[in-house]
């Protein structure tokens, strides 16, 4: 166990690790164009000392009148068609400091350096007109819709094969008549009664059963629900627990008022 941990152990080089490096945001167009770019030992023009392609050159602009340094690149060589070749270099001045790191063949990391300098790349000058054709015709390819209708000449779909996940939901029976989805009710509109009737009505109800339920007064009283429970929030009292959960029984004030009526007849 403890020599497969120590086989998965690599050491991190930190021989450039104070190395100053600039980290740069380019568009996407350059960055396609420059990952096409493989170092080839037959151009030798096109190597630096260190071993890769030139794939641009910095310039730097010194402004005497206002002190600002300016940054712009240009791409060399003739392998970007019609891609802007100028560009400007917008500084970040804040950013959170930052390390570079590479992972060689082998899975051994290393440390290229510290980040010295952050860049917003975009296109300079002429070529910014040229870039927002290249943007919108990027934008028109990608509105392109590449599917296509078949006609199936076999209707009947015996060759067809169903998706991953689908053999539970494909019927059997290609004559399986479906099931018609069930008709729902119109509810009937009810018309309110005078609330005094409403309430002498409630009253005899109760003394017949002590506890109702909403539904049952609704169906009772042939009242709709919403005037019905604004008279049973002032006459009844609500069972939220107990054996009669769920139902409605009369105040105790209005349950005494009925017993007397009831003496006095």
């Known amino acids: 166990m403890e020599d497969d941990r120590s086989n998965n152990i690599h050491e991190l080089e930190l021989e450039k690790s104070d190395r100053p490096v600039w980290l740069m945001k380019s568009p996407v167009v350059v960055a396609k164009a420059w990952s096409k770019q493989a170092p080839s030992s037959s151009s030798s023009s096109s190597f630096s000392s260190s071993g890769f392609n030139s794939l641009a050159k910095v310039v730097e602009s010194l402004d005497p009148l206002q002190s600002e340094t300016e940054f712009f690149m240009e791409m060399v060589g003739a392998e970007y068609g019609n891609m802007p070749k100028t560009y400007a270099l917008n500084m970040f001045k804040d950013f959170v ?26 296109p300079h000058g002429e070529d910014i007109e040229e870039y927002a054709k290249l943007c919108r015709e990027r934008t028109s390819k990608s509105m392109v819709k590449s599917r296509q209708i078949q006609v199936i000449d076999n209707d009947r779909g015996v060759h067809m094969r169903p998706m991953p996940g689908m053999l539970g939901l494909v019927s059997s029976n290609s004559k399986e008549k479906r099931k018609p989805a069930p008709v729902k009710q119109t509810e009937v509109k009810r018309t309110r009664r005078d609330r005094g009737e409403l309430e002498a009505i409630m009253f005899k ?41 769920g139902t409605y029984e009369l105040k105790p004030e209005y349950k005494k008022a009925g017993e007397d009526d009831a003496g006095e007849q």
């Open 97 to 122: 400091p930052m390390g570079i790191f590479s992972e060689a063949n082998l899975g051994d990391p290393a440390s290229e350096g510290k980040v010295e300098h952050k860049f917003d790349m975009k």
């Open 205 to 245: 109800l109760f003394e017949g059963q002590p506890n109702w339920t909403l539904k049952q007064l609704v169906q009772e009283t042939d009242q709709p629900a919403q005037f019905l429970k604004e008279i049973l929030n002032e006459l009844c009292v609500y069972n939220k627990r107990g054996s009669n959960q």
